[in-house]
Structures are given as C-alpha cells and as structure tokens.
C-alpha cells in the first residue's frame, strides 16, 4: 500500500524572529531540533519504516529530515534533496520583519501576500542580498523573484509526477519533509483542495502526518500522528 508522511520542518530561526524566510537559508533553533526529534519518535512509534525520503535544499528542512529519521532509527534511509520542495519565493519581502511590514502595508495586504492562493508579494530586486540566481544549488533553474501558493504548486507539481508519484505507485513508504508552502502545495494536490479553501490548510511543525494512498494515489485515510497538536485536514476526494 502506498504510503506518504508530509514533515514540516522546525522552528528556524528567522520564525523565531518573525521574518519572512523564503528561499534564505537560515538554520534550525534549539526547540526546532526537538520538534525535529519528536517529529521521529512519533514515527518511530507508529511503526512506519520508509524507503526513500526527499527534503528541499534548504538547510532547516534537511536537518530536519536528518534528525526525524535518526530518531526513528532510520538513519539509512537514502534522502533526495531538490529546490523544487523550497519554500515559497516571498520575493521582496524575504528578510523583513513580518510584524513590521505589516504596520507599513496594512495587515489586509500582509494577509493577501501571505495567504492568498495566486497573489505574489513584490519582486525581489536583481541583484540584492537575497538573489539566489548565482546560488549553485540552483545552477541551471529558472530561479524566481517571487512567488505565490500557485507558482510554488507550479514547480512542486512536476516535481510529485516525475520522481515522488512513480515510487509511490510500486508501493513504497515515503517521507517528504519539507515547508509549509511546497507541503500545501502537496496536500492540495492529492486532496484536491479547491484554491478558496486551500488558504485555510495549515500543517503544524514536526508533526508528521501520514497519508495513505490507493493504487491511483488517491488519499484513502489521513492523521497527525500527534493528535494533540492535529490540524483541520482537508475532507478525501469523493467525500464531503
């Protein structure tokens, strides 16, 4: 049966100080290590044994991946990592303090770049601190200024269909971990989240949540495994 658990990683940080992160590469705090650390012993816990696990290139969320799987005992698991499981682009907002900007632009607006489903946030000026464009994890890619939920579900979705979905169709067991925005864009995929309702989908930190799928990769049942800290998940495709 094919098996997935989406990992948001833990707190970094620039989330403990409130700034829009994006593509900057920032690393894990002390409490985003444990949220890592229990986020495997859940796992460990249920029982789950993966085959393959992929993670972005950023630092926050391959820590985390790394720290989950030893604290499942599964150091060994091979890991993929791939910009295209990034967190969204906040394009000219990267490095700003959220509180902040929200005074100078309004909290309506704030709440239109942050959560909407297809409004970007200003492009990032070339050539300033937080160009990625000369960046060597992304040699060859068509590195963005910005990006929305749907931009990110752009990239994420090409991605899913050409190295995550064919293992999962001979069966395998799979951990993502990954960002709020490149994990929203997943669940929205297999969920068939509509986009007005997507914007409500919240993953919590280090709280895996394991999805299981049928042949055709349609989600049959879903649960935090951490039910304490559980978020509102989407209804299954074909129920209401």
């Known amino acids: 049966m094919p098996t997935l658990v989406l990992l948001r990683h833990g707190q970094s940080q620039w989330n403990l100080e409130n700034r829009f992160t994006g593509w900057v590469d920032v690393n894990l705090t002390a409490e985003g290590e444990a949220q890592a650390k229990k986020g495997g012993e859940l796992i460990k816990g249920a029982g789950i044994v993966f085959d393959h696990a992929f993670t972005s290139v950023l630092t926050r969320a391959i820590r985390t991946c790394n720290i989950a799987l030893t604290a499942a005992g599964q150091a060994w698991v091979p890991v993929t990592k791939d910009w295209r499981l990034n967190e969204r682009h906040y394009g000219g907002l990267t490095g700003l303090d959220k509180a902040e900007t929200a005074a100078l632009h309004g909290d309506a607006q ?31 890619a068509q590195v963005p200024s910005t990006e929305s939920l749907k931009t990110t579900l752009d990239r994420v979705e090409p991605y899913w269909d050409e190295e995550i979905a064919p293992e999962l169709q001979v069966g395998e067991t799979l951990l993502i971990a ?3 925005n490149s994990l929203r864009a ?18 919590p930190t280090g709280n ?7 042949a ?24 209401k």
């Open 186 to 203: 997943i669940v929205k995929l297999l969920f068939a989240v509509p986009d007005d309702a997507i914007v409500d989908v919240e993953i």
């Open 110 to 140: 704030v709440k239109v770049w942050r959560r909407s489903y297809d409004v970007p946030p200003p492009e990032l000026e070339e050539g300033g601190e937080y160009d990625f464009a000369a960046d060597p994890r992304y040699k060859g």
């Open 178 to 180: 990954a960002h709020g």
């Open 216 to 239: 055709k990769l349609r989600p049959t049942a879903a649960r935090y495994l951490d039910t304490a800290r559980a978020t509102p998940l989407p209804a299954l495709p074909g129920t």
């Open 208 to 214: 895996p949540l394991l999805i299981e799928l049928d």
